[in-house]
C-alpha cells in the first residue's frame, strides 16, 4: 500500500520543485545503464542543449541545475535530468484501478508507462530505455513528470501531443479524438544520417522511440516470443526437409538482451538445443532468471 500511495501521489504531482530532489552523485549499481551516447556537440550546441533542459524549470532555478546537467552532458552524452527520477515507489505495472488519472485512458497511459520503465522490463531504466539500447520512453525524467501530471489531469474532452517524450500541453478535443498524439525521432531525410541523429539527439530535439518505447505499449520480450518460435520453426520447415520442429537441431545465434532475449525462450519451445553468444553479464543474468536460458558457459 505505502508503494502505491506513493505512486499515486507521484503521478499527480509533476516536478517537484519546492523543495526539489537532492542531485544524483552516483548512478545506482543495481541495474545496467546505458552506456555514454557519443557527445558530438559544438559549444554553442551544449549551450543549446542546456537551454532545452532548463526550459522545463522556473528560471531562478536554473543557476543551481545548468551546472548539474552540463556535467551529466559531458559524462554521459546526454542529460537524462536524474535527481528527478522517482524514488521511494517501485516502478511497475500496477493493477489499473490503482492510478490516480481521472480518466479511463488516462489510467490505461500511466500503466503502460510504469511497464516500459519496470526494471525487469526496460534495458536502462534510469535512461529511460526500453529496448534496442535506443528506444526511450522519454528523453529525461522531467519529461516522465509533466507527462504523467497531463495524464492525470486530462478529461475525456481534452488531447495531449507529444513530440519525441516532449510533452506539449492539454487542448480541448472531442470524446471521439485520441487522448494521446505522438510523433517520434522526426527528421528531414536528408539530415537524417547517424551523426546528425546523434547530435539531435545530445541537443534533446528528438528522440528514437522504436515501435512500442515511445507509445508505451512493449510488453517485453515475451512479446516477440511468438514471433520468433515462428520464424524457427519455418526456418526448419524451409531449410530442414519440412521438419515439423526442431528436436535435435542445434540453433547458434547471438543476443540475449531486449527483444533478442526471446530467442532462448523460442529454442527451448521448439525443442532445439540453442547455443547463444552474449557479450552482456546483465542480460545474461536476467535470461538465467527469468528460466529462458538453463545454463551459463
Not at 520503465?117 to 516522465?144: C, I, K, M, S
Not at 527528421?187 to 551523426?195: A, F, L, R, T
Not at 530442414?240 to 542445434?250: F, I, T
Request: glycine share 10%; aromatic share 10%; net charge positive.
Amino acid at each position: 500500500m505505502k508503494n502505491v500511495a506513493a505512486m499515486r501521489a507521484c503521478m499527480a504531482e509533476g516536478l517537484p520543485l519546492k523543495p526539489m530532489p537532492p542531485p544524483v552523485k552516483e548512478l545506482d549499481p543495481s541495474v545496467p545503464h546505458a552506456p555514454r551516447c557519443p557527445l558530438i556537440l559544438s559549444p554553442d550546441d551544449a549551450r543549446f542543449a542546456l537551454a532545452n533542459a532548463l526550459r522545463y524549470f522556473p528560471e531562478e532555478l536554473h543557476a543551481e541545475l545548468a551546472p548539474e546537467f552540463a556535467e551529466e552532458l559531458r559524462r554521459y552524452g546526454h542529460i537524462y535530468m536524474y535527481r528527478f527520477r522517482p524514488v521511494g515507489w517501485e516502478m511497475k505495472a500496477y493493477p489499473f484501478h490503482c492510478y490516480p488519472a481521472r480518466t479511463t485512458a488516462g489510467k490505461a497511459l500511466q500503466l503502460m508507462i510504469c511497464n516500459n520503465l519496470d526494471r525487469r522490463v526496460a534495458q536502462f531504466p534510469h535512461e529511460l530505455v526500453t529496448y534496442g539500447g535506443t528506444g526511450h520512453v522519454f528523453q529525461n525524467w522531467a519529461q516522465f513528470r509533466l507527462a504523467v501530471k497531463y495524464i492525470n489531469d486530462m478529461t475525456d474532452e481534452q488531447t495531449m501531443p507529444m513530440y519525441s517524450g516532449h510533452p506539449a500541453g492539454l487542448y480541448p478535443s472531442p470524446k471521439s479524438a485520441p487522448r494521446v498524439i505522438i510523433t517520434n525521432g522526426m527528421v528531414i531525410p536528408h539530415y537524417s544520417d547517424g551523426e546528425t541523429f546523434e547530435r539531435l539527439r545530445a541537443m534533446g530535439c528528438t528522440m528514437y522511440g522504436q515501435m512500442t518505447a515511445g507509445s508505451y505499449c512493449y510488453i517485453g520480450p515475451q512479446g516477440i516470443v511468438h514471433g520468433t518460435t515462428l520464424t524457427l520453426l519455418n526456418a526448419g520447415r524451409r531449410y530442414l526437409n519440412g521438419c515439423e520442429d526442431l528436436h535435435g537441431k542445434v540453433y547458434v545465434t547471438s543476443g540475449l538482451g531486449g527483444m533478442s532475449g526471446a530467442q532462448g525462450k523460442a529454442s527451448r519451445i521448439c525443442g532445439a538445443i540453442g547455443v547463444i553468444a552474449e557479450v552482456c553479464r546483465a542480460a545474461i543474468d536476467k535470461r538465467k532468471a527469468q528460466g529462458w536460458v538453463d545454463e551459463v558457459f
